[in-house]
């Protein structure tokens, strides 16, 4: 054996525990990935100006049938329309580039943050990120906050890069991160590495402040928005500034002004039980490494995080808007900071308490997995096995704390999120797959036929995922506007179109008027879960389908109720 295969052999084994939490991720960001399909709506919306941006050309204005209020600067929709050209116009290849963003952040903080904070600590915090309990589940939707806080990530440990251990290209990763960040959502990276460095710079000494200073962030800010800038420019010549004054409206002006967006809000504090929900497995961790900082903000080597936190995370807490993506960008540090207090045993001393109130939450939290059945129709036997699992790992972990070992149940913390993920992703979701297709079901139907028959909504649905997966059927669409009897002669025409409808009474109608009608319905869950909703398919009747004149006496056929169409439509497949 030469001495590189025994320096590689050597290289492997130091690192089998962060290459095994990275092959785990892996399993877990790509599972089921292209079986799922855009139920979500925003996710679709996305997914269709990817694909309107790939077939028209048109790359500057996100445009897409019911989806304006999803628009966004286009970064997002860029990566996903060369993913889904690259590996098929579906769901995998749609939510490829959130997955990625995912894993990319969990590698920069073990392969950065150890210059900072060591390898144990940098370790345990991108094992933190692979397995708890929200931002994973980012990297299994075709969203913009996966990039999102990828980008901020590279940014904020790019800067502490920079100042605790200096060198040129650092600023390089900072403010091109800060430029890709802005392209993906607008200020929200601006809000987090501003107000980050700002803080950071207030509470250092005099040498961190002279080393901040050095990044200039009057300059370069200014230089990292010249992309931002020349996208506007490019929407500006297309529609004189509409979409530009829509997206500062809608983005800024809404929520600075205390607005409330799609009716979600929250009092204070909303963020910490969002966190408390995420790193439930560790509670006493966490709750110890809160405390910790609290007393040890100012010092030097805390004071980064402590910026870091206070501007991803505090400030989101007094807006009366609250989504929980909105304080992800203080996600990694909130697992750094738990790393931290992972290698302090003694800090645990503190929080006693914790012990006892995470078994409980933990065990309440498995009692409301089998309570979910009562709402929405999951099969009780994946419920509850899902729970055992669940509450098992919470009773391990906790007797290992009782018993001193930190460590042990540290890790056994980890092994109870990925396995509530892995038992979420590739048991529960795939049992529920049918009532979820609803849309690609009657999208199904209508596309049966001609290829060149147009489909017809029958009003304005203001569901992304429906006509996204009649777009990706390569069919004419529009959205009727019209009565019933209007949409009745158009059903009479020749050609006639494919018609979706929802409401009974007019599908009813429809079959009173036009007396060669086929109707087919389909009940699923549509944009709400655990809550059926029915769409038809009307179309045409050909020639031969026409009933015999033998058959004129008999009686009108009764409209057909709603039930659940059996056949499979397929998926992905991933």
Not at 464 to 490: H, I, M
Request: proline residues 7%; charged residues 10%.
């Amino acid at each position: 054996m030469n001495f590189l295969a025994i320096l590689k052999l050597r290289l492997l084994r130091e690192n089998v525990q962060p290459l095994t939490l990275i092959g785990l991720a892996v399993v877990l960001l790509w599972l089921h990935n292209g079986d799922i399909p855009f139920w979500d709506q925003d996710e679709a919306a996305y997914a269709g100006f990817a694909l309107r941006m790939e077939t028209t050309g048109e790359w500057w204005i996100p445009d897409f049938l019911w989806s304006e209020l999803h628009r966004k600067p286009p970064l997002q929709f860029w990566l996903m329309a060369g993913a889904m050209a690259s590996f098929g116009w579906g769901e995998f290849g749609a939510r490829l580039p959130s997955s990625v963003a995912v894993l990319a952040t969990g590698i920069v903080v073990w392969r950065w943050g150890r210059a900072i904070w060591g390898e144990a600590i940098a370790q345990r915090a991108m094992g933190l990120i692979f397995t708890s309990l929200l931002f994973p589940l980012f990297g299994k939707v075709a969203l913009t906050d996966g990039l999102l806080v990828s980008l901020e990530t590279v940014a904020m440990l790019a800067m502490i890069r920079a100042i605790l251990t200096p060198h040129w290209v650092w600023p390089c990763w900072l403010w091109g991160a800060v430029a890709l960040g802005v392209l993906t959502k607008g200020p929200p990276i601006l809000v987090l590495v501003l107000g980050s460095w700002g803080l950071w710079w207030l509470g250092a000494g005099r040498g961190d402040r002279c080393a901040l200073t050095a990044l200039r962030p009057w300059f370069f800010v200014p230089l990292s928005l010249i992309p931002f800038g020349l996208w506007l420019t490019l929407t500006h010549s297309q529609d004189g500034g509409n979409f530009a004054r829509w997206l500062w409206d809608w983005y800024i002006a809404h929520r600075v002004s205390g607005g409330v967006v799609f009716g979600q809000w929250g009092l204070p504090g909303y963020y910490l039980l969002l966190f408390i929900l995420a790193f439930l497995p560790w509670l006493p961790w966490l709750w110890a490494a809160l405390i910790y900082q609290v007393g040890a903000w100012k010092l030097p080597e805390q004071l980064p995080l402590t910026a870091w936190i206070a501007a991803g995370w505090l400030i989101y807490e007094l807006l009366p808007s609250k989504l929980p993506s909105y304080a992800l960008g203080a996600y990694p540090a909130v697992a750094i900071l738990i790393a931290q207090v992972s290698g302090m045993p003694m800090l645990m001393a503190w929080v006693r308490w914790a012990r006892g109130l995470s078994l409980f939450l933990s065990v309440g939290f498995g009692v409301a997995l089998v309570a979910v059945g009562w709402w929405i129709p999951v099969p009780f036997w994946g419920l509850a096995l899902t729970a055992m699992v669940w509450i098992a790992g919470a009773m391990v972990s906790h007797r290992a704390l009782e018993q001193g070992r930190f460590q042990a149940a540290f890790n056994w913390g980890m092994v109870q999120g990925i396995v509530l993920l892995l038992c979420f992703w590739g048991m529960i979701l795939p049992l529920i797959l049918p009532q979820l297709r609803g849309s690609q079901q009657v999208a199904a139907v209508a596309l049966e036929g001609d290829a060149a028959t147009t489909i017809l909504f029958a009003e304005d649905f203001n569901l992304p995922s429906l006509a996204l997966y009649v777009a990706l059927g390569d069919r004419p669409l529009q959205t009727f506007t019209g009565t019933t009897p209007e949409l009745a002669q158009k059903l009479t025409a020749d050609p006639a179109p494919v018609v979706i409808s929802r409401r009974p009474e007019q599908v009813a109608q429809l079959r009173q008027q036009v007396a060669a009608i086929q109707s087919e319905p389909i009940t699923a869950w549509f944009d709400t879960l655990g809550q059926p909703q029915t769409y038809w398919v009307l179309r045409k009747m050909a020639a031969a389908e026409l009933p015999s004149a033998s058959d004129e006496s008999s009686p009108a056929i009764e409209p057909i109720p709603p039930v659940l169409v059996g056949r499979d439509y397929g998926g992905g497949g991933f």
